[in-house]
Structures are given as C-alpha cells and as structure tokens.
C-alpha cells in the first residue's frame, strides 16, 4: 500500500503496525492538524468512521491511498463554504419548485421536495456544528407543517410554505452568515 498524506508521499507499506507508527509520528510533529478523510481508487471515505477496518482489508494490496489532514480552523472555514453554497442553491431553487406544486406536481417535483427535506436537514446539521444561533423551535414547527401538508397532499399548502415560509428562512440565514463578524 502506497501512502500519501496531503501532498507528500509517506511511504510503501506492508504492515498496518508501521502505517499506523507512521501516522503517529507525523501527529506528533503537526499536532494541530487532524485526519478527517482518505482517497482511494476515486472513491472518497470519513478517515474516523472506517480507516482502521480499510486498513486491515487492504494493507496487503498494491493500491494508493491519500490522507488528507486540515485543522479544525480549515474544517470550519470549509463547513461554513458549503453551508453558504449549499444555501444559495436552496434558495436558488425554491421558487420554481412551489411554482411546480402550484401547477401541480409530478412525481418528479415530489423527489425534489424530498430532496429539499435532506437538504434542510443538511442545513439544520451544519448550523448547529458551526454554533449559528438559529431558532431551532421554528425550524422544527416549519418542518412539520411542511411534512403534515406532504402527508395530506395538501399541494397548495405545501407551495405556500415553501414560498412564504421557507424562502424567507433560508434567505435569512443565508444573509446573516454572509453579514461580517460570522
């Protein structure tokens, strides 16, 4: 196994005792950054959730691997990036799905509301990672009166909510962590 952290090659390795000898020495040196994801083959992985297992599986094939490290300083920059992206594609979108459910939907604009609900949820997470002072009741009452209107069917109740409701919301905190001093 060919190992690269960052940018520098590591080394090749046979044995999982030395990558992780390897590792520990390289965390001594720079304390103040952390390994937070490893590429492999093109695929992407959470260096926390399964490096340990990856390892064993993998130790003896003859494949590459890319740590890559940050400091929580970068992880929080990066977060808040993508929450300010991710944000203004919701807000970017918002519009011509209630009109969809004010002309009445097809099963297409149902997976887009579906897939607006995981991205409040996206939202809702990476709010609460970065400390956003964000009203957590409204969020959850705006939630379940979207959820109750999807369950009913309710299309112009749930087209009013996203329009009048929701695009406020999103548009708001969008500005707030845009504004200087967040």
């Not at 190992?3 to 304390?31: M, P, Y």
């Not at 959730?49 to 940050?70: M, Y």
Request: charged share 25%; proline share 2%; with cysteine.
């Amino acid at each position: 196994m060919r190992i690269w952290l960052d940018e520098v090659f590591l080394g090749v390795f046979h044995s999982t005792a030395d990558v992780e000898s390897a590792l520990a020495d390289w965390k001594r040196v720079n304390s103040d950054h952390i390994f937070y994801l490893f590429e492999c083959q093109g695929d992407q992985y959470s260096f926390g959730d399964i490096w340990e297992q990856f390892l064993k599986d993998n130790i003896a094939q003859d494949i590459e691997v890319r740590i890559k490290t940050a400091t929580p300083e970068m992880l929080h920059l990066e977060l808040v990036d993508s929450t300010i992206e991710y944000l203004e594609r919701l807000v970017g979108s918002i519009d011509d799905l209630a009109s969809q459910f004010y002309a009445g939907p097809d099963q297409a604009a149902w997976e887009k509301l579906s897939d607006f609900l995981e991205g409040l949820d996206y939202i809702c997470q990476a709010l609460e990672l970065l400390n956003f002072n964000f009203d957590r009741d409204q969020f959850n009452q705006m939630l379940l009166e979207l959820m109750q209107a999807m369950e009913l069917q309710d299309i112009v109740t749930v087209a009013d909510l996203l329009s009048y409701e929701w695009n406020g919301w999103l548009e708001n905190v969008l500005d707030t962590i845009n504004s200087p001093g967040n």
